[in-house]
């Protein structure tokens, strides 16, 4: 009796603290819905030239999305290693292994700079948080695509309004003079 309550207990306790770690690092789970993932990688003109690195890959979905229906080569860094491991399924059963990986790091700590788009699906204090590292190693023209969540001090380029999607590019939506002029498109 004793250990069946402490077995529930001790679980209780273990899913809370993981919900809490994952949102320590940039955002809880909620999967971005399929028909969001397609409209980022639509905006964003994802294509095979492209270099996709996504932000918090939870299930894999963006990353296997990217290389199977648009054709670009895609990383995915993800935290959790309950979410790391569904990513990697994902991409195996998916027949996207070789195009597609995911790497278990903070995405703090990953170097951004060969990426050509970015997705993100974090919260609002994550993007403003990320927004200086994405400046400083994204390279001009670099897309910066996201679902629900924007960037206070950047103006998108283009907006999908229905799926609440924010398209973003490197040098144009983070120009700001003293006047918060930004250039026309």
Known sequence: MWVAILTIFSSIVLFFVWILWTEVFGAGWSPTPMESVKAMLRLADVNPDDILYDLGAGDGRIVTTAVKDFGAKAI???????????????IIFSGALGKATVRY????????REATVVTLFLRQHTNEKLREKLEEELAPGSRVVTYYWTFDKWKPVKVDHRFEVYLYVIGISNYQSSSNFFPPR
């Open 105 to 112: 790091k903070n995405f703090y700590n990953a170097n951004l």
């Open 76 to 90: 995915g860094y993800e935290i959790d290693p309950i979410r790391f491991l569904m990513s990697w399924f994902r």
